[in-house]
């Protein structure tokens, strides 16, 4: 199981985020989630994955500048490589 973030205005563009590898529903509330999975990483010595948390947060329209719909805004909370 995968979990992605993409932009859904322009899907084909990149991901806004790594994709994140047997994701958990760590919590839920009704403005806000939490996923926790892993991230696959690279670097001159190889590959290695990390522990990786995404929080999402409900915002309203009239928090978010030029907005006239609902956003859900993801982002990466830690990362502890293993």
């Not at 990390?50 to 993801?74: F, M, T």
Request: hydrophobic letters at 45%; proline letters at 9%.
């Amino acid at each position: 199981m995968v979990a992605t973030l993409s932009n859904p205005v322009a899907p084909a563009t990149a991901q806004l985020l790594p994709e994140l590898y047997q994701p958990v529903l760590v919590w839920v509330t009704p403005l806000a989630l939490r996923l926790r999975g892993f991230e696959r990483c690279e670097d001159s010595q190889g590959s290695f994955s990390v522990v990786q948390e995404w929080h999402g947060k409900y915002l309203e329209p009239s928090s978010v500048l030029n907005s006239s719909s609902e956003l859900l805004c993801l982002a990466p909370l830690s990362t502890c490589a293993f």
